[in-house]
């Protein structure tokens, strides 16, 4: 079992930062792939961003300006814990961020339905 903790959601100005963190509990995190994803109301949930779990390599979702700097995944294993940070936000990336876990490693972003542990989710508000 994985039991994953959200925080650092928020209200922040377009054009503002805010880093999410991750914390996770068990002694095997270095081995588990950790996906960001969002679900802003009346929406389908989506992938953000996702790190493979031993390689450590980063994969974006191919919208939204994910992978173009705007968003950064990254994990640090000492600490169990894996981090978002977001740039230049927009009021359209108002959402509750959630973050996932799944064992083993991954080669590309996969959807929301292939993550086997959640977290309760963290509430983003950008305003315009």
């Known amino acids: 079992q994985v039991q994953l903790v959200e925080s650092g959601g928020g209200w922040v100005q377009a054009g503002g930062s805010l880093r999410l963190s991750c914390a996770a509990s068990g002694r095997t995190f270095s081995s588990y792939s950790m996906g960001w994803f969002r679900q802003a109301p009346g929406k389908e949930r989506e992938s953000v961003a996702v790190i493979s779990g031993t390689t450590g390599g980063t994969y974006y979702a191919d919208v939204a300006d994910f992978g173009k700097g705007r968003f950064t995944i990254s994990r640090d294993n000492a600490k169990n814990t894996v981090y978002l940070q977001m740039e230049s936000l927009k009021p359209e990336d108002t959402a509750v961020y959630y973050c996932?876990?799944?064992?083993?490693?991954?080669?590309?972003?996969?959807?929301?339905?292939?993550?086997?542990?959640w977290g309760q989710g963290t509430q983003v508000t950008v305003s315009s």
């Open positions: 996932a876990a799944r064992a083993g490693t991954i080669r590309s972003v996969t959807g929301f339905r292939s993550y086997d542990y």
